[in-house]
């Protein structure tokens, strides 16, 4: 790491979907190198997502240096979780301040690290600001409601996401459309993804098997549901081996389960480059990931949505992503068109073309 006593600028990270989308910005604010305006960064990691699976890898796979501060939140309920970072956060800034924070995405540790550091008087840049999915069920949206609110400055993905923030009354002339940081990950590491280690064991070929992955808890804290939803998935897609890379709360619920279906094959959590490897030569994708929608999108890979709404309807009307939610007809019905190569090819949205984080580092240094 590059971490000097001023002035420097923190990046806050919890989560693996956080990982991914701040590798490219360190890559570029390194690239840039210190300056008056910035400085340097201060890598913190929160500690929310503390498995090797979960963590570690990405930090090898994506070149993302050690943190510098590790919060180490750790699990726990909504409150706990988001009290634990926040108390973790501010004890640091009271240390020392940085210039602002860079917050990303929309998990607890965006929001705890906003409101400590807002209260702390440190600027907040909230990059992926604005989208919305209207669904207050889930700890997602009040993350991102709450977390915008409060920013003072908003990296967006869409041009959407700027009229959703411009309706809340957020500051216009801080409005930066910049495109998707996820997506810079994706082409700077496509040429490297490769085949994890259960390709062979379980004759997987392009196209001869599909990828679910699922962790919401709308969709996995009752095991009647979520068996119910995989049984529905899984004899939709007789004939073919639905590979299910498992996240660690979704494991606890199918330990509760008796019999799962026979062609569903339960892998471990994935590294970023087997995961999209695997994506890539799907026949298809079904989830309730928001960032996976985007990521089908941008590999052309057809793609379920296991939820009734998206934050991301950019992927719907562009991409190549449609909201099933759990219903059986809507499954059927979109997977045979995917099994008789009739599902659409989708473009990719503006501005997803890998140059997000040059842009966001440019501003930076202007705003700061
Ligand atoms: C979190 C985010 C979600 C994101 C997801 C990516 C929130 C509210 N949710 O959900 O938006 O899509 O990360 O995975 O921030 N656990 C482990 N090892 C770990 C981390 C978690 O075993 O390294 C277990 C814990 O027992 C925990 C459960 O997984 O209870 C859920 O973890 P948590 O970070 O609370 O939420 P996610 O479901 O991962």
């Given at each position: 790491m590059s971490f000097s006593r001023e002035p420097f600028i923190d990046i806050i990270a919890g989560t693996r979907p956080n990982f991914v989308k701040i590798a490219p910005i360190i890559h570029a604010l390194e690239k840039y190198?210190?300056?008056?305006?910035?400085?340097n960064y201060r890598l913190v990691s929160t500690g929310q997502h503390y498995d090797k699976a979960l963590c570690g890898c990405f930090f090898e796979q994506l070149d993302?240096?050690?943190?510098?501060?590790?919060?180490?939140?750790?699990?726990?309920?909504q409150a706990e979780q988001t009290a634990s970072i926040m108390t973790a956060y501010e004890e640091l800034l009271f240390n020392e301040k940085p210039t602002a924070s860079i917050v990303v995405g929309d998990v607890n540790s965006t929001l705890a690290c906003t409101l400590a550091a807002r209260k702390m008087h440190v600027p907040v840049a909230h990059v992926?600001?604005?989208?919305?999915?209207?669904?207050?069920?889930?700890?997602e949206e009040i993350n991102r409601v709450v977390t915008d609110s409060i920013s003072n400055y908003f990296f967006v993905t869409t041009k959407q996401a700027a009229k959703n923030l411009n309706k809340s009354g957020a500051n216009s002339d801080h409005?930066?459309?910049?495109?998707?940081t996820m997506i810079d990950t994706l082409r700077t590491n496509e040429s490297r993804f490769s085949p994890p280690v259960e390709w062979d064991e379980f004759n997987?070929?392009?196209?001869?098997y599909l990828v679910v992955t699922l962790h919401r808890p709308s969709n996995v804290d009752d095991f009647y549901e979520l068996s119910k939803l995989l049984e529905t998935i899984c004899s939709a897609c007789a004939g073919y081996k639905v590979i299910f890379p498992v996240h660690p709360r979704t494991l606890r619920q199918l330990a509760e389960i008796e019999a799962l279906p026979a062609n569903l094959v339960l892998i471990n959590p994935q590294p970023y480059l087997q995961f999209n490897y695997l994506v890539k030569h799907a026949l298809a994708v079904l989830t309730d990931s928001g960032g996976i929608t985007e990521e089908a999108t941008a590999m052309s890979v057809p793609c379920l949505t296991l939820?009734?709404?998206?934050?991301?309807p950019e992927t719907v009307e562009l991409g190549t992503n449609a909201l099933v939610g759990k219903c059986e007809e809507k499954l059927t019905q979109s997977l045979k068109k995917i099994f008789k190569g009739k599902w659409k090819q989708g473009q990719l949205p503006?501005?997803?073309?890998?140059k997000s984080s040059e842009r966001i580092v440019a501003l930076l240094h202007d705003i700061l």
């Amino acid at each position: 790491m590059s971490f000097s006593r001023e002035p420097f600028i923190d990046i806050i990270a919890g989560t693996r979907p956080n990982f991914v989308k701040i590798a490219p910005i360190i890559h570029a604010l390194e690239k840039y190198g210190p300056s008056k305006s910035i400085g340097n960064y201060r890598l913190v990691s929160t500690g929310q997502h503390y498995d090797k699976a979960l963590c570690g890898c990405f930090f090898e796979q994506l070149d993302i240096p050690q943190p510098d501060e590790n919060l180490m939140a750790g699990s726990g309920t909504q409150a706990e979780q988001t009290a634990s970072i926040m108390t973790a956060y501010e004890e640091l800034l009271f240390n020392e301040k940085p210039t602002a924070s860079i917050v990303v995405g929309d998990v607890n540790s965006t929001l705890a690290c906003t409101l400590a550091a807002r209260k702390m008087h440190v600027p907040v840049a909230h990059v992926e600001a604005g989208i919305r999915s209207g669904d207050w069920g889930m700890p997602e949206e009040i993350n991102r409601v709450v977390t915008d609110s409060i920013s003072n400055y908003f990296f967006v993905t869409t041009k959407q996401a700027a009229k959703n923030l411009n309706k809340s009354g957020a500051n216009s002339d801080h409005i930066h459309f910049v495109g998707n940081t996820m997506i810079d990950t994706l082409r700077t590491n496509e040429s490297r993804f490769s085949p994890p280690v259960e390709w062979d064991e379980f004759n997987l070929n392009a196209k001869n098997y599909l990828v679910v992955t699922l962790h919401r808890p709308s969709n996995v804290d009752d095991f009647y549901e979520l068996s119910k939803l995989l049984e529905t998935i899984c004899s939709a897609c007789a004939g073919y081996k639905v590979i299910f890379p498992v996240h660690p709360r979704t494991l606890r619920q199918l330990a509760e389960i008796e019999a799962l279906p026979a062609n569903l094959v339960l892998i471990n959590p994935q590294p970023y480059l087997q995961f999209n490897y695997l994506v890539k030569h799907a026949l298809a994708v079904l989830t309730d990931s928001g960032g996976i929608t985007e990521e089908a999108t941008a590999m052309s890979v057809p793609c379920l949505t296991l939820r009734d709404t998206t934050e991301r309807p950019e992927t719907v009307e562009l991409g190549t992503n449609a909201l099933v939610g759990k219903c059986e007809e809507k499954l059927t019905q979109s997977l045979k068109k995917i099994f008789k190569g009739k599902w659409k090819q989708g473009q990719l949205p503006e501005k997803w073309d890998g140059k997000s984080s040059e842009r966001i580092v440019a501003l930076l240094h202007d705003i700061l």
